[in-house]
């Protein structure tokens, strides 16, 4: 497969859109391991949620 | 398991946590299936190889907009039922908007370098994108300057709806003004003027690139309705220690 003379502008759409992409689904999931370690450190406090249920369930 | 049941927040939780793991593998495979259409599609008689910049241009750009029109669906359930769940979906789709956006923007402008001579034109379309880019950032920094999220909710919601008025401005730049952006070729009124060698690699690109969206979109809204718990279970902490 040859890009021809403009393959530096190809290539630098690909990759920019796969570091974009790549950055937002690190940026949800460190989000979510963030979010359930602040949960478990209520739940080791001793706050329940109004439910009954532990903060730590997300069900 | 009615819409209904889907707007509560646990049973959205319960419902994401199983869908999810699907979503993000059908997602994967549909991008990899379009890659591989999109780098073994012929060059254009015309633009030659570079037309495989449209392959991400162009699902994008259709995204930076229907993202939009998602947030402003979400803006009415904000402002007529005041349901908690539809300002987590319209905060957690920003974002995600913003980056479409700002791909559309740049991918755009490497097209464009060696197709019209030119990175940035201000015409039209290349300016009511970059309001819609600038639309998105300003709406993130409203969720993030007002830290009660019921409070920014219907602010946001307000300045949605207003900046929904650019997405026909957008649609319809190309034959409202003249501009350097070539008019519609696939959402045309006589169908697509596109080639089939590229019409095909182009809409599996977009439906790959919509899946993306749904997976991250529900992902973000579970962290989204997580943070919103963290904040309620900490203020109940701090109001049991001051008891």
């Known amino acids: ?59 | 398991m009615t819409l209904t049941d889907l707007a509560n927040p646990t049973r959205f939780l319960t419902l994401t946590g199983r869908l999810l793991p699907w979503l993000a593998a059908s997602t994967a495979l549909l991008l990899l299936i379009g890659l591989y259409q999109s780098a073994v599609a012929p060059d254009d008689y015309q633009q030659g190889a570079t037309v495989k910049i449209m392959f991400i241009h162009v699902p994008n750009a259709w995204l930076s907009m229907f993202v939009w029109g998602v947030m402003s669906l979400a803006a009415l359930g904000t402002l007529v039922w005041r349901h908690p769940l539809a300002d987590v979906a319209a905060k957690t789709a920003a974002p995600i908007g913003a980056s479409f956006t700002f791909l559309a923007l740049v991918t755009g402008s490497l097209w464009g370098r060696p197709m019209w001579g030119t990175y940035w034109e201000w015409d039209a379309r290349l300016t009511s994108v970059l309001i819609l880019f600038l639309m998105y950032l300003g709406l993130i920094a409203l969720w993030r300057a007002v830290e009660d999220p019921s409070r920014a909710a219907r602010a946001a919601a307000i300045l949605t709806l207003v900046g929904a008025i650019n997405l026909p401005i957008i649609k319809f730049s190309v034959d409202w003004w003249n501009t350097l952006h070539q008019p519609a070729s696939v959402m045309r009124i006589g169908g697509p003027s596109l080639d089939r060698a590229f019409l095909i690699p182009l809409l599996l690109m977009a439906l790959a690139f919509s899946l993306l969206f749904l997976t991250l979109h529900l992902a973000a809204m579970r962290n989204e309705i997580l943070r919103r718990r963290v904040r309620a279970l900490q203020m109940m902490q701090a109001s049991q220690r001051s008891a």
């Open chain 1, 1 to 59: 497969m040859s890009l021809g003379p403009y393959a530096s502008f190809i290539l630098t759409s690909y990759a920019l859109a796969t570091v974009v992409v790549l950055i937002l689904i690190a940026w949800i999931a460190i989000d979510y391991r963030h979010q359930k370690e602040r949960l478990r450190e209520l739940d080791a406090a001793g706050i329940v949620r109004r439910s009954g249920r532990s903060a730590v369930d997300i069900r």
